[in-house]
Each structure stands twice: as C-alpha cells, then as structure tokens.
C-alpha cells in the first residue's frame, strides 16, 4: 500500500536529499540490498526534532548499518553523543565504517547484541530515543523509554503505519501485533503526548511529559 501518492512522494524524497558523499554512499548499498533504511525523508525530520529539543545523547534501538544515527549524529554536532545498537555483527562493523569516514568518530558507541539487554545496561537520561527494532518488540521499547528518556524528550519509533497492515484488524502475525499494540499503549499513555506522521512508513513522535 502506498501511504503516500508515489508523485508526491518523489517530490518529497527529492526535497530532502542532502548532498554528502557518505550517505549517498548509505543510500545506494541500501537499494541495491534492499536494506530499509529510513531515508531522507524520515532522515530530515530525525534531525529536526533533535535539534528542536537540543539534544545532546541519544539512543538508538536498532541502528542497522548507521543511516538514521548520520542524521542524528549531524544534529548533534559538534559534541553530542549516540548509543547506537544492532544485532548483527557484519552490520555492526559497517556502521562503523561509514559513521567514522562521515567525521563522527568519537561521538557514538556501537553496541552489538540485543537492544533491550544493551539497553538494560545503559544509564539515562536521553534526549531522543530512535525505536527501529523487530517489529513484535516494539511494546517493550516503551519501557526503555520510560526509564531511560528525560521529561521533554522525544521517543520516535519507525514503521508505525507497517505499510497499511495496521488496518488489517485480523493481522495476526507478531510484527503487526506489535506495531498495534505500541499504538495502543501510545494512545493510553499520560506520560506521553504522540503524533503519527504519515512519512514513509509512519513514524511516531512522543514526547515525555515534564
Ligand atoms: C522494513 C522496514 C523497516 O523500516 C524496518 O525497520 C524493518 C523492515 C521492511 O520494509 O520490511
Ligand atoms: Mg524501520
């Protein structure tokens, strides 16, 4: 399902394009492997709200190989931080490589493993936390958002529409469930206040009450 109209989509994909030799770099091993990174889109909007609320550290749950942490990482510029997490080691290494050759070495911490047991380990508070893990988990990175998040941070979680299975009241796969089950606990939450933007995949934007 097409969230967007394809034409306008274009049109916003072409607007949000940033000249950077790295991430057009990101960009096309992501087509070519049919890896689904954020985007410019969704990249452009990351930056916004971090700069909007200052941030200065920030997590990520699910980092893949770095796309969305370069728009993080550059919002934070010259000094702020970035946890950043992924399962797998080969993507892991990547991420590396081409956050460091963008000029932010020094600024993030790579994390390999499982997001919530890394997760378990870290100390807060974070000015924005990124949720992009597996989907059927998506319930379980509101609780490290609560205990991790300053009042007044962002919590942002990607593929909140799931390509319109969202709609599908009988979708019983885990990764709907999941993505409809944090809508759910989004919606009942007196300690966040969530928008739904219809970018790309759908992407929430809570902010944590002060
Ligand atoms: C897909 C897209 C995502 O952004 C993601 O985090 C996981 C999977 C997908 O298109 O399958
Ligand atoms: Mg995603």
């Not at 870290?122 to 998506?138: A, C, R, S, W």
């Not at 319930?139 to 991790?148: T, Y």
């Not at 990764?175 to 944090?182: Q, R, Y």
Request: aromatic letters at 8%; charged letters at 30%; a negative charge.
């Amino acid at each position: 399902m097409d969230l967007v109209h394809p034409e306008i989509d274009r049109h916003l994909g072409r607007i949000a394009r940033l000249d950077d030799p790295v991430l057009a770099e990101m960009e096309a091993i992501a087509s070519a492997e049919h890896f689904p990174i954020v985007g410019p889109q969704v990249g452009r909007l990351l930056e916004v709200l971090a700069r909007a609320v200052g941030a200065r550290r920030v997590l990520e749950l699910g980092s893949g190989f770095g796309y969305s942490a370069f728009w993080l990482l550059r919002a934070t510029s010259p000094s702020g931080t970035a946890d950043l997490t992924d399962g797998s080691n080969e993507r892991a290494l990547r991420c590396r490589d081409y956050l460091e050759r963008a000029g932010f070495g020094g600024r993030f911490e790579l994390h390999e493993g499982d997001a919530f047991e890394i997760a378990d380990r870290l100390t807060g508070p974070y000015d924005l936390i990124l949720n992009d893990v597996d989907k059927h988990d998506y319930p379980r990175a509101l609780d490290v958002a609560r205990r991790l998040l300053r009042p007044g941070g962002l919590f942002v979680s990607d593929n909140m529409l799931w390509k319109g299975k969202v709609l599908d009241s009988d979708a019983g796969d885990p990764a709907t469930l999941g993505v409809v089950e944090l809508t759910r606990l989004l919606r009942e939450a007196r300690d966040f206040e969530t928008a739904f933007v219809p970018v790309r995949d759908g992407l929430s934007v809570s902010v944590r009450s002060g």
